[in-house]
């Protein structure tokens, strides 16, 4: 990005409104700037008639966002701060706008899409997926859960596959996002230019009748009768024990990848998952996403996993407790009662 170019570039493109995150060397990570001016193009545009579509993409060849900003998030758990408590309430209002849009949002998912990127994306009435995309809620790996209506969206995919991906901070590819009920149709990367020239004339219906492709099988569904069974209930320890003694070497390496997450994470992200199944609308799950938020900044794992994966780039937290066995879910129940 340029000194004199904006984090957001808004353009209108004949009946398209283009919001285009503009922090390339970042993959477009939202800071509360980006945040801000996506919002305030939204407020705009849903009242003028000359808008009839919005666009939501990244600049960049590597992804449309690849989540929060984890440098906010470090300084208000190691200060106290509220820093990071303002960027997710207005990160979850954007988050909800889009949601509740009153026009089409059409959201390019190419590339990297991470944590608060899904936030942006996988809430929009249309997700575009591709060959190249990436798309995960990664937070257990920095000692957070994922937030930005996350929950709701992996506690209403089929079966226990949300769950598995929320806990492993796994990635999906563009097949096993739309089997996860993240995005609704894959277009081949190289058509993206042709999508958005369209938008700016024609309903995205229409577009993507034309240009949409059969994606190919999801790895991840096939892999739903051992994720089904271990993944059932609402204990991270017998999920993990049910894991341990599979015979599919996929549901041991899933273990591993558990434990090696923040416990206390695990923990909160099953409770979340679980809470938000029940919910009634995701006004209500974004709710519970700043409480659980607001929670994990009094917890030294998000400072400390933020601290291994980003800040000292040792890749090796010391999490606190350091085991699934040692949480004690008595200081956070009331976060989902």
């Given at each position: 990005?340029?000194?004199s ?9 004949g ?9 390339p ?13 996506m919002?305030?193009?939204l ?19 590597r ?44 959201a ?8 608060g990127g899904?936030?942006?994306?996988a ?7 591709t ?21 709701w ?21 563009g097949?096993?996002?739309i089997a996860l ?8 990367s ?5 999508l958005?020239?369209a ?18 099988v ?14 059932a209930g609402?204990?991270v320890?017998t999920?993990?024990?049910?894991l ?6 996929a ?13 206390t994470?695990?923990?909160l ?5 679980r ?6 609308d ?18 030294p794992?998000?400072?400390?996993g933020?601290?291994?994966?980003v ?21 956070f ?5």
């Amino acid at each position: 990005m340029s000194g004199s170019e904006p984090l957001v570039v808004v353009e209108r493109r004949g009946r398209l409104g283009v919001l285009v995150l503009n922090r390339p060397r970042a993959i477009n990570a939202l800071v509360p700037e980006m945040v801000h001016l996506m919002q305030r193009a939204l407020d705009d545009w849903a009242a003028d008639d000359d808008i009839a579509t919005v666009l939501v993409t990244g600049r960049g060849d590597r992804g449309l966002c690849a989540g929060g900003d984890l440098q906010g998030m470090y300084r208000s758990a190691r200060e106290g701060t509220k820093e990071s408590v303002d960027f997710w309430r207005d990160e979850y209002v954007l988050d909800h706008t889009i949601a509740t849009y009153p026009k089409p949002v059409v959201a390019l998912m190419d590339g990297i899409v991470l944590g608060g990127g899904v936030g942006i994306s996988a809430h929009a009435r249309h997700r575009i997926v591709t060959e190249r995309s990436s798309v995960g809620m990664p937070e257990t790996r920095i000692g957070f859960v994922p937030d930005v209506g996350g929950p709701w969206l992996l506690a209403r995919a089929p079966g226990e596959l949300g769950t598995h991906l929320a806990l492993t901070a796994a990635n999906a590819d563009g097949a096993d996002a739309i089997a996860l009920g993240l995005a609704d149709v894959l277009v081949p990367s190289d058509r993206l230019a042709e999508l958005e020239l369209a938008l700016e004339t024609q309903d995205p219906e229409a577009v993507l009748d034309g240009l949409a492709i059969r994606p190919p099988v999801s790895s991840l569904a096939a892999q739903r009768p051992w994720i089904d069974e271990a993944y059932a209930g609402d204990d991270v320890l017998t999920i993990v024990a049910r894991l341990r003694s599979s015979d599919v070497d996929a549901a041991r390496a899933a273990a591993d990848d558990i434990e090696a997450r923040s416990p206390t994470a695990v923990v909160l992200t099953l409770a979340a998952l679980r809470r938000a199944a029940t919910l009634p609308d995701l006004r209500t799950a974004l709710d519970q996403d700043l409480a659980v938020s607001t929670y994990l900044l009094s917890v030294p794992d998000m400072a400390e996993g933020i601290r291994a994966q980003v800040i000292d780039k040792d890749r090796s937290p010391r999490w606190d407790p350091p085991t699934l066995a040692a949480v004690d879910p008595a200081p956070f129940t009331h976060l989902f009662t």
